[in-house]
C-alpha cells in the first residue's frame, strides 16, 4: 500500500481492536475500537458506518480498519443495534422489525459523545451502502466532535415505491404487519414505525442530502456495483469541493485489493 512512511510512526506492536459498549435509551449500544486504547484516544478518529442489516465485522469494516491502523489511524465501528440489545452479527429476521432508518443519527451521536469525552476533537466519518447516507444524514446534525469530513462508499438511493394505504389496518407505530420480503428479509414481521421510515423517509435519497452539507465530503463508487450506477446519473449534483472515484472492476463490497484503493483514496484525501 501508499502510504508505507506511516509504519515508522507505530509502535513495535499494533495496537489490536477492542469491544467497547455504551448504553443508550434502555439498549447496550456495542462497537470495535482499532488502532488506540479506549483511555488513549487521539484528538482525531474516523468513525465506521457498516450498511442496511450489517454489522462491525464484515469484512470491508474490518478492512478498513486494519488499513487505516496500519497507516496509524484509529477507528471506531459501531452496531447499530437495530432496537436489539448488544447486538452483533446479521440482523436476525426472526425478530420483529422495529427500527428506523434514522435511528442511526441518535446512535452514532451517543458515539460522538461518547468520544468527546474520551478527549476526541474531529471525527472523520465513513458509512458503506446505507451507511453512506446515515453517516452523511448525522453529518447534518451532529454536536460535539467537529466532523472533519464525511465519505460515502457505495451509498443508497431512493424512491417510494409503496402506497401509504398499505399502512390502513396497522393501527400504532409499534403494529405490525407480516411481509414476505423486507430489505435482506424474508417471511418477516415489520412495524408500522419502521414501514413509515423505511418505505418513505426522502432523506434515505443520498443525493438530497449534497446540496445541505458543506464540509468536505468524499464518494467512492465501483463499477460493477448496481448501486452504485443508480446514483451516477445523479452525480452533476455533487459539491463543486467534493472529490469522487469509480474503481473499475469493484463490486458493491470492495474485496481484496479494491479495498486497499478505499484506503488509498482515503488517505490521499485526508485533510
Keep these: 500500500m501508499k502510504y508505507l512512511f506511516w509504519l515508522l510512526l507505530l509502535?513495535?506492536?499494533t495496537v489490536q481492536a477492542v469491544e467497547v459498549r455504551l448504553p443508550h435509551?434502555?439498549?447496550r449500544l456495542n462497537a470495535d475500537l482499532e488502532g488506540a486504547k479506549?483511555?488513549?484516544l487521539p484528538e482525531r478518529l474516523y468513525l465506521i458506518l457498516h450498511g442496511t442489516l450489517g454489522h462491525k465485522n464484515m469484512e470491508i469494516i474490518q478492512g478498513l480498519q486494519d488499513g487505516l491502523a496500519e497507516n496509524g489511524l484509529a477507528s471506531l465501528a459501531?452496531?447499530?443495534?437495530?432496537?436489539?440489545?448488544?447486538?452483533h452479527g446479521f440482523y436476525d429476521c426472526a425478530s420483529p422489525h422495529y427500527h428506523r432508518h434514522e435511528d442511526a443519527v441518535d446512535e452514532l451521536q451517543a458515539w460522538a459523545d461518547w468520544l468527546a469525552g474520551k478527549g476526541v476533537k474531529q471525527i472523520d466519518l465513513i458509512g458503506h451502502s446505507?451507511?453512506?447516507n446515515q453517516v452523511l444524514l448525522f453529518a447534518l446534525h451532529a454536536r460535539g466532535p467537529k466532523v472533519a469530513s464525511v465519505t460515502s462508499i457505495a451509498p443508497m438511493t431512493f424512491k417510494p415505491r409503496h402506497d401509504r394505504n398499505a399502512l390502513e389496518e396497522l393501527a400504532g407505530p409499534r403494529s405490525l404487519k407480516p411481509l414476505?420480503?423486507?430489505l435482506h428479509c424474508r417471511?418477516?414481521?415489520?412495524s408500522r414505525q419502521t414501514l413509515e421510515s423505511y418505505w418513505f423517509n426522502p432523506d434515505q435519497h443520498t443525493p438530497s442530502l449534497w446540496p445541505r452539507y458543506t464540509g468536505p465530503y468524499r464518494l467512492i463508487l465501483g463499477s460493477e456495483d448496481s448501486l452504485s450506477l443508480k446514483l451516477k446519473p445523479a452525480l452533476n449534483n455533487l459539491p463543486a469541493s467534493a472529490h469522487w472515484i469509480e474503481l473499475d472492476g469493484a463490486d458493491h463490497f470492495f474485496r481484496d485489493?479494491?479495498?486497499d484503493d478505499v484506503v488509498d483514496f482515503l488517505l490521499e484525501n485526508r485533510e
Design 25 to 27: 435509551e434502555g439498549l
Design 78 to 87: 459501531p452496531n447499530l443495534s437495530l432496537n436489539i440489545d448488544d447486538r
Design 130 to 132: 446505507r451507511g453512506g
Design 11 to 13: 509502535p513495535l506492536f
Design 180 to 182: 414476505p420480503r423486507f
Design 38 to 40: 479506549p483511555d488513549q
Design 187 to 190: 417471511d418477516t414481521q415489520v
Design 257 to 259: 485489493l479494491y479495498l
